[in-house]
DNA sequence: GTAGATGCAAAGTATTTGCGACAAG
DNA sequence: CTTGTCGCAAATACTTTGCATCTAC
């Protein structure tokens, strides 16, 4: 396993307050990608006297630390989760909204020589995939 | 050259008002992805009169007509864009905010194979490259 | 001890909506 | 005519911020 999130503050000297503490334990237990609210719903079951305008703070502070990255998938709030080595984008069920990860290293090869052929250096992608479950009781 | 955007209405029984007419026309007119804001200007030096609320459903009302698409760039405010035959994705300046749209076939492809590998079919997707450029004066 | 973090409530943005007046088909 | 649209202002949803207090280092 990699770094904690507490490892990881104190490599990059973000200073840790019981909040943060519990808001990077709460994404590091957390396998979905929940969004502020949800976050803080968690976050004040164990503590109820943190304010969303901490939780707000704290991931704003754990994104630009790189340790949490945003998503903002269709029409929705924002969204976290928490970065590790593994890169990897999303396919996101329509009908349920289940979320599911993956990796295509041949997709992240040609997306870099798109930007080349353009002249870019690629810095950051987004790839999101939207799609329904082909199954079993074709409608 | 495909449809006008008014066709479109005619086509979808979206009813035509002037301020729809005026919309469409900025619209089609605009080679960018100009922001509701962006558009409400554009629009009121035609017709000073138009409210933006007016700008706000009718994107929205073209969008669900498949006559515009939305784009949320990163960390931005909705973007729009007339949607023509030709689809595309986006590649944008980091530095400058400049966007370029290019096609890359094989990564619709690689798109549409992995979802099918996790069982789904692709409805939509959204891949967006962010880049700095490479240019002659090496930073 | 001091710079930075927190909680609270107030302020921002972006977007949507209720309603009476008005216009398209 | 009648249904849907418009403009306006108020409401909503999400996120940020000023300020006084408190805490990690």
Same mark, same amino acid.
């Given at each position: *396993?990699?770094?904690? =999130? ?5 490599? %990059?000297? +973000?200073?840790?307050?019981?909040? /943060? /503490?519990?808001?990077?334990?709460? *994404? ?13 719903? /968690?976050?004040?079951? @164990?503590?109820?006297?943190?304010? @969303?305008?901490?939780?707000? /703070? ?11 990255? %945003?998503? $903002? ?27 599911? $990860?993956?990796?295509?290293?041949? =997709? ?5 020589? +798109?930007?080349? %052929?353009?002249?870019?250096?690629? +810095?950051?992608?987004?790839? $999101?995939?939207?799609?329904?479950? =082909?199954?079993?009781?074709? $409608?």
């Amino acid at each position: *396993m990699s770094e904690t =999130i507490e490892q990881k503050c104190l490599n %990059k000297g +973000v200073k840790l307050t019981d909040q /943060r /503490r519990i808001i990077a334990k709460v *994404m590091s237990e957390s396998n979905d990608h929940p969004d502020v609210d949800e976050l803080y719903k /968690r976050v004040s079951k @164990i503590d109820p006297k943190i304010s @969303i305008a901490t939780v707000y /703070r704290t991931v704003k502070l754990f994104e630009e630390s790189g340790i949490l990255t %945003k998503h $903002e998938f269709k029409g929705g709030k924002a969204r976290y989760e928490e970065l590790n080595e593994g890169h990897h984008d999303h396919l996101i069920d329509i009908k349920t909204g289940e979320i599911i $990860e993956f990796v295509d290293d041949e =997709i992240e090869k040609l997306q870099k020589k +798109v930007a080349e %052929k353009h002249g870019y250096k690629l +810095v950051d992608h987004k790839l $999101e995939l939207y799609g329904v479950k =082909i199954n079993s009781n074709n $409608e």
